[in-house]
């Protein structure tokens, strides 16, 4: 088996259908399996899966531990040489897959590839390819990512001038809603740390590889389509911060560097005060959201002074995680 193609389903149902339509389509020349993780969807209309495509091996989960963790999942059932990490709104163009399997087998030294990702109507989705600093976390947490003149020759000028040139080129992580790597980087590795359970899963993932001495490479010939953030859509706005937040906190706290860890915990200190002020006194909306925002604070405050402990030992510190969950819709934070 030359590919294992595994995508992580949440809710997204369509997608699934239209990203595994756009493999069967573009890609030839190649023996693969497609595998899809459905991480307990309440929807539960991925069980149809099989009627439309029999040949997919679905995995129906009871609990929903993260994307990581049912990556992992899909790559411990995988038999291919290389894994193809797919999000189901991924929409594959011409023979992208087989460039990336391609370049793999060209470049020995390369542990991870990945496509250059567009959004729908054609524009270039911009990522920030290099591994966090204590400059970039700064602007990520104040609200100023991409509007610094260093953050934006980086974010911007860095991909436009090497994806212009044609060929692949070395970048600390490619992003995980497309990437392929070696099967035997995920047996060296053991895969995603479950610990995290969406957001930067993939940067730490890729951090690891990388400090055994291995490339990670975007290859420009290899194009996909992103509906970005389909399947987060359909998860409250509170629950994505708090995950965005503690997986921050994760990641630091595995580099082991202890300036770099002291610094960002200030930051992220100051930074959740600074939204609690703002969001629930100047945007105060419910005493209903006002509550849940004083729990989701506290719990990111308590995790980061606590440090170690608590991000180890629960995956969820909200006490009404159900509620945060499906119901917050799109209020703001």
């Known amino acids: 088996m030359d590919l294992s193609i595994i995508i992580v389903n949440y809710n997204v149902y369509n997608d699934i259908i239209q990203c595994i339509k756009s493999i069967y389509e573009h890609l030839k020349g190649l023996k693969f399996e497609i595998i899809v993780i459905d991480n307990c ?14 040949e997919v091996n679905l995995i129906l989960l009871n609990n929903n531990n993260g994307f990581g963790f049912a990556n992992n999942i899909g790559m411990k059932a995988s038999s291919g040489k290389y894994f193809l990490l797919l999000n189901p709104d991924i929409i594959i163009q011409d023979n992208s897959i087989y460039i990336l399997f391609e370049t793999l087998e060209k470049f020995k030294n390369a542990a991870v590839v990945g496509p ?10 911009y990522y920030y390819t290099f591994f966090p600093s204590l400059y970039s976390r700064f ?13 934006k020759k980086r974010f911007y000028d860095f991909l436009d001038t090497n994806i212009a040139k044609g060929i692949p ?54 194009k996909v389509i992103h509906n970005h953030h389909s399947s987060t859509s359909k998860i409250g706005i509170m629950f994505i911060l708090f995950q965005e937040y503690r997986s921050r906190i994760i990641f630091d706290i595995k580099r082991n ?23 629930s006194i100047f945007n105060f909306q419910s005493v209903e959201i006002f509550m849940k925002r004083i729990n989701l604070y506290l719990s990111l405050l308590k995790m980061d002074i606590s440090f170690k402990e608590n991000v180890r030992k629960n995956r969820f510190i909200f006490s009404d995680f159900n509620d945060l969950f499906f119901n917050t819709g799109n209020a703001k934070l």
Request: net charge negative; glycine share 6%.
């Open 169 to 222: 080129f070395k970048v600390d992580w490619v992003i995980g809603s497309s990437m392929m790597l070696r099967k035997e980087l995920y047996e060296l590795t053991g895969g995603f740390d479950e610990a995290f359970f969406l957001y930067e899963e993939e940067t730490e993932w890729q951090y690891r590889i990388s400090k055994m001495g291995y490339d990670i490479l975007m290859v420009p010939e290899a």
């Open 116 to 125: 250059v990702q567009y959004k729908p109507g054609s524009g270039l989705e």
């Open 41 to 54: 969807s309440f929807n539960r209309d991925i069980e149809e899966l099989n009627n439309i495509y029999p």
């Open 257 to 279: 560097e202890k300036v770099f860890s002291f610094a960002r915990r200030l930051m992220v200190i100051n930074s959740i005060i600074f939204r609690f002020i703002y969001f």
């Open 139 to 151: 602007t990520q947490e104040f609200g100023l990512y991409m509007k610094t003149k260093r953050m």
